[in-house]
């Protein structure tokens, strides 16, 4: 979908989900279906118009189907945990809207992060955080979200469990499923799934079904903008450090150098109390050794980074209310200026906004940076990566690793050459989102 015709979101007047707008598409869609279904067979005698009934074809785009059929509906429970968990539980609630060829109910996110006390979980609506008409328009014919407003009874809902537990497998989860996409159960206008942490739901599609639907999401405007002071800021800070490094010879040199365009670095820097606890007992689980990694070992690997020029700004994505060490500046090699949130100038943007507006900041931030160094098992990290390599896809190129690419992206708890981090990219050939979900330390380069 052409990203032009997204921001036009009105036809003669009516917003694309209004009810008036549906009403005219239902029209046009009907006198159609009219037109090419009866007509031809009107002097044969063979099909009456009483007769003539409705009946759902799978191969035809879902969103015909749901306007030649009464619109039927996914809700699920509120997702939870963090930023990009919440997204990935996002993307598997509308796959699984698709796969019940069902529009999803839009779901309600969590702007604070408790990993136990569910119900000290502050609610937030979908469309606090992302745009919803971009967002359908964006993902038409593929998935789409409704207001709960459009739902004609809301007694006619099914319950669905979801499975849990080790004995709750992919096959029966994916069976479970099948059973619910076929008579009875599909004639219920919502069927509405029950259960808690919808992340951990069993994956059953492709990492380029996640990819489209990550692609369609937007941060609302308000937290773009905040994004784009933070980047303003870093890149202002590299301009004058490349300014006086290089020290012009006249003022109209120094002028030209200041409207340059000036690349800077990105690390997730996962070293907070409440990761550590996290990656050591995943190395314990998965017993190898590459997972965690020491503020030393980040510093080091960066710096061996082939190809970065000097003076680079490295801005260091950490949540700073977990963080227990305060010297995350000291030690860097000469040329690369490490800044957080309160020496860069910008904590008053993050202070003013709960948890989930920070990491979406945050997010954004890093994925614009020239290079991306993260942690292989860090979902922010992994989802960063996938998003650099679907825009390079999205460019045609080929090659996706090193530093000669447009977006390159390292991860430093894996070892690359010359002591530096490990090349990353997302295979976007991969059957499900497990290596994103929870982590690997197979990076595709």
């Known amino acids: 979908m052409d990203l032009w015709h997204c921001k036009r979101l009105r036809f003669f007047g009516l917003h694309l989900n209004s009810l008036g707008c549906k009403c005219v598409a239902l029209v046009v869609i009907v006198l159609v279906l009219r037109a090419v279904l009866i007509s031809p067979f009107a002097g044969f005698g063979g099909i009456e118009q009483s007769k003539l009934i409705f009946f759902r074809n799978n191969s035809l785009p879902q969103n015909l189907q749901l306007h030649i059929g009464k619109q039927k509906f996914l809700e699920v429970p509120q997702i939870i945990w963090g930023l990009n968990n919440q997204k990935i539980a996002f993307a598997r609630a509308c796959l699984t809207a698709r796969f019940l060829n069902r529009t999803l ?14 119900d000290l ?7 606090k955080v992302f745009q919803f008409e971009r967002f359908n328009c964006l993902c038409k014919g593929f998935v789409q979200l409704s207001h709960f407003t459009n739902v004609s009874n809301r007694s006619d809902v099914l319950e669905l469990q979801k ?18 996409s076929k008579p009875p159960y599909d004639e219920y206008e919502t069927i509405r799934i029950v259960g808690k942490n919808p992340f951990l739901w069993h994956d059953h599609w492709p990492v380029k079904d996640y990819a489209k639907i990550f692609e369609c999401l937007a941060l609302v405007d308000e937290l773009l903008k ?8 870093i890149r202002e800070i590299g301009r004058q ?3 006086k490094s290089e020290q012009p010879q006249n003022g109209l040199e120094s002028e030209s ?3 340059q365009y000036v690349p800077y670095v990105a690390v997730h820097l996962r070293i907070e109390k409440d990761w550590m606890i996290h990656c050591k007992k995943l ?5 190898i050794s590459e997972i965690c990694s020491s503020k030393e070992q980040i510093i080091e690997r960066v710096g061996n980074i082939k190809g970065l020029n000097h003076p680079t700004v490295v801005y260091l994505a950490v949540a700073d209310s977990l963080l227990e060490d305060n010297s995350i500046l000291d030690g860097w090699k000469e040329g690369l200026l490490p800044f957080e949130k309160k020496k860069l100038g910008v904590l008053e943007i993050y202070q003013k906004h709960p948890y989930l507006f920070k990491s979406a900041i945050d997010y954004e931030v890093c994925s614009r940076s020239d ?3 993260g942690n292989s098992f860090s979902t922010f990290s992994s989802l960063v990566v996938l998003d650099r390599t679907q825009k390079m896809i999205n460019m045609g190129v080929s090659k996706q690793c090193g530093m000669d690419v447009r977006w390159p992206s390292y991860a430093y708890n894996l070892p690359g050459g010359l002591d530096g981090p490990c090349p990353w990219a997302t295979n976007m050939s991969d059957s499900s989102l497990q290596a994103i979900s929870y982590g690997s330390n197979h990076v595709s380069c």
């Open 105 to 118: 109910l839009m779901p309600s996110l969590s702007a604070s992060l408790f990993y136990k006390e569910i």
């Open 121 to 127: 979980l502050q609610p937030i609506s979908f469309d």
């Open 163 to 180: 499975g849990s537990g080790r004995k709750w497998t992919v096959e029966k989860d994916l069976d479970q499923l099948t059973q619910h």
């Open 226 to 233: 905040e994004a784009d002071k933070v980047v303003s800021k």
């Open 241 to 243: 450090a490349r300014h």
């Open 257 to 259: 150098r200041l409207l």
């Open 283 to 287: 190395e314990q689980r998965f017993n």
């Open 371 to 373: 290079v991306f160094v």
